[in-house]
Nanobody, 118 residues
């Protein structure tokens, strides 16, 4: 089991920055992969960025060069640094964890709203 709690969302002007945090209830070094997804009104949930236990990262094309995912194992926290935000980045952002080896389970946080005003 993994509980995930996000924080750091808010309202920001276009071109601004925000940092999202996702605190996990257990050692993230033992979790297969963690990531950030987002869901805008009327759209499907989409992957924003992910990081594996081996620190391999993956980004959606729309955020490459602007967003950075990182992890702090000492704090059991994953971060999403978002720079040069655009109105199109407005969405609810969800932290995600995939755990397990043979049977992989997926866990979600409650979500945090990010609103970018143009």
């Amino acid at each position: 089991q993994v509980q995930l709690v996000e924080s750091g969302g808010g309202l920001v002007q276009a071109g601004g920055s925000l940092r999202l945090s996702c605190a996990a209830s257990r050692r993230i070094s033992s979790i297969r992969a963690m990531g950030w997804y987002r869901q805008a009104p009327g759209k499907k949930r989409e992957l924003v960025a992910s990081v594996t236990g081996g620190c391999t990262t993956n980004y959606a094309d729309s955020v490459k060069g602007r967003f950075t995912i990182s992890r702090d194992s000492a704090k059991n926290t994953v971060y999403l640094q978002m720079n040069n935000l655009e109105a199109e980045d407005t969405a609810v952002y969800f932290c995600n964890a995939e755990d397990g080896v043979i049977v992989v389970k997926t866990y979600w946080g409650q979500g945090t709203q990010v609103t970018v005003s143009s």
